[in-house]
T-cell receptor, first 109, second 113 residues
Framework: KQEVTQIPAALSVPEGENLVLNCSFTDSAIYNLQWFRQDPGKGLTSLLLIQSSQREQTSGRLNASLDKSSGRSTLYIAASQPGDSATYLCAVLRGKLIFGQGTTLQVKP | DAGVTQSPTHLIKTRGQQVTLRCSPKSGHDTVSWYQQALGQGPQFIFQYYEEEERQRGNFPDRFSGHQYPNYSSELNVNALLLGDSALYLC????????????FGEGSWLTVV
């Protein structure tokens, strides 16, 4: 049974820091992995999609990596800003999306 | 280009009642999935519809049912509501192949009292 874990559950950093969010999964037989952002009380916004054959994807200040053999993905946020404060969810796709519980990020001015 | 739209945004129901939630997928998308997100948790897969058929289903009781129309819009129905059904219900749309980004709507907040 596929399980997805995100560490840490919460993170507070000062503005300007570079940070890494971690995601691990137990079954490497995935089609792809997707990172989402969720603001309080809102839906999910797709940030990055990494296909199972890819190692990383970049969008602006965000970079996501995927290591299927070790069952790990990281989301790197460069030069964090208060507007980055949100919950970040990773999900692996194997027929359906299986989500971690998310990392709640607070970036303090 | 309209994204995934859901209605209603918030609703309150009484235990034992029935509820219908609606979703219009992103333009060009023909696959619709529904997820339940309890407070503080990641979303859980309920079921997926493609070509008006339920293609796969998660671990939810038969009280949860759905429908997809020829225009690809979808409904989620929940019967005999329980307090534990209180959650954010998210609709997601995509193309049928697995290499494409999945897009979510803003969700419908259901409170059962």
């Amino acid at each position: 049974k596929q399980e997805v874990t995100q560490i840490p559950a919460a993170l507070s950093v000062p503005e300007g820091e570079n940070l890494v969010l971690n995601c691990s999964f137990t079954d490497s037989a995935i089609y792809n992995l997707q990172w989402f952002r969720q603001d309080p009380g809102k839906g999910l916004t797709s940030l990055l999609l990494i296909q199972s054959s890819q190692r990383e994807q970049t969008s602006g200040r965000l970079n996501a990596s995927l290591d299927k053999s070790s069952g790990r993905s990281t989301l790197y946020i460069a030069a964090s800003q208060p507007g980055d404060s949100a919950t970040y969810l990773c999900a692996v796709l194997r027929g359906k999306l299986i989500f971690g519980q998310g990392t709640t990020l607070q970036v303090k001015p | 280009d309209a994204g995934v739209t859901q209605s209603p945004t918030h609703l309150i129901k009484t235990r034992g009642q029935q509820v219908t939630l609606r979703c219009s997928p992103k333009s060009g998308h023909d696959t619709v999935s529904w997820y339940q997100q309890a407070l503080g948790q990641g979303p859980q897969f309920i079921f997926q519809y493609y070509e008006e058929e339920e293609r796969q289903r998660g671990n939810f009781p038969d009280r949860f049912s759905g429908h997809q129309y020829p225009n690809y819009s979808s409904e989620l129905n929940v019967n005999a509501l329980l307090l534990g059904d209180s959650a954010l219900y998210l609709c997601a749309s995509s193309l049928p192949s697995y290499g494409n980004t999945i897009y979510f709507g803003e969700g419908s907040w259901l409170t059962v009292v």
